[in-house]
């Protein structure tokens, strides 16, 4: 079957780094996406990934490694805002997008 | 209006009834897509629509039905519906299938089943 898991919950401190990790096992593979979604609201999307390596973004940085089923989402300098979910998901051989549960990340001062 | 938008925001509903979940998106995309939310638990693919054709529908109970009259619109038709249906339901769109397409969702429809 497939799958994707991430971490159900972490706990960072504003203005640290944090990284929230991904692993999926699925019917193919046709690129990898993060979203943000805040309590409450629509999920917005924050990376893709379809090739091997690191693409950075401002604060966020997104990694992508194939061969072992496995991406990280990482958050730099985090700020109070930055409490939401992370929702990981991949596109699959159909171009379905498959997804994880999500991690509740939670920033204290 | 822009964006994705849904109405009704919040639903509750007895199992006798039948009500309709109404997404309008103002992106000119040609996917659009509806997902249940359910706590803790992952976004599940119910219906994607293609030019306003369905293109797949992931073993969803016949008490949903999906309605698309064109590309900018989507229904989603409720009758007899159990209290586990009790969900987010959001709606979603994006520029084509597949590919590096991301997704843009609407602010979701709460449904309380009684």
């Known amino acids: 079957g497939q799958n994707i898991d991430q971490p159900t919950e972490m706990t960072a401190t504003e203005g640290a780094i944090v990284q929230i990790n991904c692993t999926y096992q699925?019917?193919?593979?046709?690129?990898l996406f993060w979203y943000q979604q805040h309590a409450g609201e629509a999920p917005t999307f924050l990376s893709y990934?379809?090739l091997d390596g690191l693409e950075e973004k401002g604060r966020f940085s997104s990694f992508l490694s194939r061969s072992k089923g496995y991406s990280y989402l990482l958050l730099k300098e985090l700020q109070m805002k930055d409490s939401a979910s992370y929702l990981c998901?991949?596109?699959?051989?159909?171009?379905?997008?498959?997804w994880g549960a999500g991690t509740k990340l939670i920033i204290k001062p | 209006e822009t964006g994705v938008t849904q109405t009704p925001r919040h639903l509750v509903m007895g199992m006798t009834n039948k009500k309709s979940l109404k997404c309008e998106q103002h992106?000119?995309?040609?996917?659009m897509y509806w997902y249940k939310q359910s706590a803790k638990k992952p976004l599940e693919l119910m219906f994607v629509?293609?030019?306003?054709?369905?293109?797949e529908n992931n073993s969803v109970p016949s008490r949903f039905s999906p309605e698309c009259p064109n590309s900018s619109h989507l229904f989603l038709h409720l009758h007899t519906l159990q209290p586990e249906d009790s969900a987010l339901y959001l709606c979603?769109?994006?520029?084509?299938?597949?590919?590096?397409?991301?997704?843009?969702f609407g602010p979701g429809t709460r449904l309380t089943v009684l």
């Open positions: 979603a769109s994006s520029q084509d299938l597949g590919g590096n397409n991301e997704q843009f």
């Open positions: 992106l000119g995309h040609n996917a």
């Open positions: 629509y293609n030019f306003k054709e369905q293109t």
């Open positions: 699925t019917s193919g593979f046709n690129g």
């Open positions: 990934n379809v």
């Open positions: 998901a991949v596109s699959d051989s159909n171009y379905q997008l498959i």
